[in-house]
């Protein structure tokens, strides 16, 4: 018996484990993971090769139902199931939420601990930052989680300064820190590299003292008179709490739901359409999904020649192997009017003071030096040096979602449906971002100097800034957009 069982090993169910032990050691803990523990598999410790892990024995390759607003498309999501989770895979940016969004929490919930100043002790008591001088209020530099900026890490990339001034053509400002919670402007990326090297989770947060299961799929909650008792796995075997013990589950955006509701919590509905005795009616379970995508587009270098993006025999220099292969991460708002606007389209009419219509972060753009171009867009571009590639995701979507059963096997992936793209406001920022990018490298004398014309998706054609709301939708929906959560 433990006094905790925590079911999900990803980062936060790690972290949630160490620190209670750290803080409690008499106390029993239990961590259950679906996945294996990845130590010793290939492509985790370098960050350049995550990209063998899609697709592979640690992803659960999650497919999106058909998305009605993305030309009735399914959408790949990227899941890791290994202990460590997102860690794992993720590409590393260490990046702080406006503090606008923790603020927004805190006042929903009626408690200033989910306030930017009250979360902030425990930003700074995570990481390790890189600037020895900076200062104390926002920063930890005694954390388990060694950050760098592109900077600290010693890379110069050949495009720095040119990318820099692109950015400016948008009026965006260059601040000096993207993590003192007011990240609007462009800054160089900050990522949890240790010397070019991934911090998993369980690295980072270590697990000495707390009993760990993996590669055991947990089936359902046992719950006893309304309280949680234990939990059942998917071989049948049983692990129960003492009698004054814990079950905490932390599966994700995905997983969680789909335990509840296996476990008998849920909507009476949904529960009895798969034969589940209803032990707890919950019918917001699973309700009430956002998330993002990303879109990227790819740009034809005018001069490859001169080694500046991956794949280049040329592009090598000191410490490129410390991070990814970009310089800045641009936050960005959009324009209050048109934006309110496209609120009242799906609200009615808002006030000046709606939380969404003031200075948020509800752009996240960047350029990478490379090109990755993956089946989603039908493209095939070269890894040779001669292409660069440009994103973009809204950072406060409204579109809403859900996720629910598939069926009764607890392996099986749940039904996910993010509805993507449903809202006008989520539109208007998207065509916002799009256009932004159209602008500095085809309506610019600076970017005309960078690329020569952008590659799209067969059948499509290059946008220019006079392009339509409804060719911008098409372009997205088509093929155009990529989407994977952020970890």
């Known amino acids: 018996m433990s006094d905790i069982i925590i079911i999900g090993g990803g980062i936060a169910g790690v972290t949630l484990a160490s ?13 259950i993971e679906a996945g294996p523990d990845v130590k010793d598999h290939p492509h985790i410790s370098n960050p350049a090769e995550a990209a063998l892990l899609h697709f592979s024995d640690l992803d659960y390759n999650y497919l999106t139902t058909a998305q009605k607003h993305l030309n009735n498309l399914p959408r790949y999501n990227c899941g890791i199931r290994g202990l460590s989770g997102g860690s794992i895979i993720n590409t590393g940016g260490w990046i702080r939420g406006d503090a606008q969004d923790y603020d927004d929490w805190a006042e929903l919930v009626d408690d200033e601990r989910w306030s930017y100043r009250g979360l902030l002790p425990y930003f700074k008591k995570t990481e390790k930052h890189f600037d020895q001088n900076a200062g104390s209020d926002h920063h930890g530099f005694d954390g388990p989680i060694t950050t760098a900026s592109v900077s600290a890490s010693g890379r110069k990339y050949p495009l720095r300064n040119a990318v820099a001034e692109l950015w400016s053509t948008l009026g965006l400002q260059r601040i000096q820190d993207m993590n003192d919670g007011h990240p ?22 270590p697990l000495a003292g707390v009993s760990v299961l993996t590669n055991a799929t947990v089936h359902r909650v046992i719950i ?34 789909q335990i509840l509701m296996l476990s008998g919590i849920g909507n009476s509905k949904t529960l009895s359409q798969h034969g589940i005795a209803v032990v707890l009616e919950q019918p917001e379970v699973g309700q009430n999904l956002h998330d993002h995508l990303l879109l990227h587009r790819y740009w034809k270098l005018r001069h490859p020649e001169q080694g500046l993006a991956l794949g280049s025999p040329l592009f090598t220099g000191e410490n490129f192997d410390k991070g990814g292969p970009l310089d800045f991460l641009v936050t960005s708002s959009v324009l209050t009017a048109p934006y309110k606007a496209a609120i009242e389209l799906d609200q009615g009419p808002v006030a000046d003071s709606h939380p969404l219509l003031q200075t948020r972060s509800h752009l996240e753009m960047g350029v990478l030096y490379g090109a990755f171009a993956g089946e989603a867009q039908g493209l095939t571009i070269p890894i040779d040096g001669t292409s660069i590639m440009t994103f973009q995701m809204a950072g406060l979507p409204t579109s809403r979602g859900s996720v629910t059963l598939s069926s009764t096997d607890p392996a ?3 039904v996910i449906d993010p509805n993507y793209y449903a809202t006008e406001a989520d539109k208007h920022v998207y065509r916002e971002g799009f256009r932004a990018q159209t602008r500095m490298f085809l309506n610019t004398e600076q970017g005309k100097e960078m690329v020569v ?5 067969p059948g499509l054609p290059v946008l220019g800034i006079d392009a339509t709301d409804e060719q911008i939708d098409q372009r997205i929906g088509l093929g155009g957009t990529t989407c994977y959560r952020k970890s």
Not at 19 to 31: E, K, M, Q, V
Not at 453 to 457: A, D
């Open 184 to 205: 609007q402007g462009f800054t160089d990326l900050v990522e949890n590299w240790k010397d070019g090297k991934r911090q998993i989770a369980s690295s980072a947060y």
């Open 412 to 414: 099986a992936n749940p």
């Open 453 to 457: 014309e952008e590659h799209t998706p």
């Open 19 to 31: 620190r209670l032990h750290a803080l409690r050691p008499r106390l029993s803990i239990l961590l």
């Open 224 to 257: 006893e008179n309304g309280v949680a008792r234990g939990v059942e796995l998917a071989d049948g075997a049983q692990h129960l709490t003492q009698p004054e013990g814990e079950v905490i589950v932390s599966g994700g955006a995905y997983r969680t739901p």
